[in-house]
Nanobody, 125 residues
Framework: QVQLVESGGGLVQAGGSLRLSCVASGQNTFSHYAMGWFRQAPGKEREIVAGISRIGGSTYYADSAKDRFTISRDGSNNMVYLQMNSLKPDDTAVYYC?????????????????WGQGTQVTVFS
């Protein structure tokens, strides 16, 4: 099982940027996992924001994230990142890192069993 810890959330004005980080640890090799970022706003269901394949060559973005957010991973350091630009108040949510064990090289589009504790992102206008 992999353990995930997020960081990088905070308070930012609309139009600003944040970079979220997630470090993975555990017995299984990081390259066995497709990774993703989800978010949950108050009163709403958790939704996918972006996903990346286990090798990193393929990505997926929700419509709300396209052209503004970029997901990436660093296999040497067991890290996955979410660069968020042009932030909007609607992006306010708790952001969660997720890992899904897979043998394919498709990007994560549905969650696996491993979740981080979440990091709060608040965007004010």
């Amino acid at each position: 099982q992999v353990q995930l810890v997020e960081s990088g959330g905070g308070l930012v004005q609309a139009g600003g940027s944040l970079r979220l980080s997630c470090v993975a640890s555990g017995q299984n090799t990081f390259s066995h996992y497709a990774m993703g970022w989800f978010r949950q706003a108050p009163g709403k269901e958790r939704e996918i924001v972006a996903g990346i394949s286990r090798i990193g060559g393929s990505t997926y973005y929700a419509d709300s994230a396209k052209d503004r957010f970029t997901i990436s991973r660093d296999g040497s350091n067991n890290m996955v990142y979410l660069q968020m630009n042009s932030l909007k108040p609607d992006d306010t949510a708790v952001y969660y890192c997720n890992a899904r064990y897979t043998i394919s090289n498709s990007p994560l589009t549905r969650p696996g069993d491993a979740w981080g504790q979440g990091t709060q992102v608040t965007v004010f206008s």
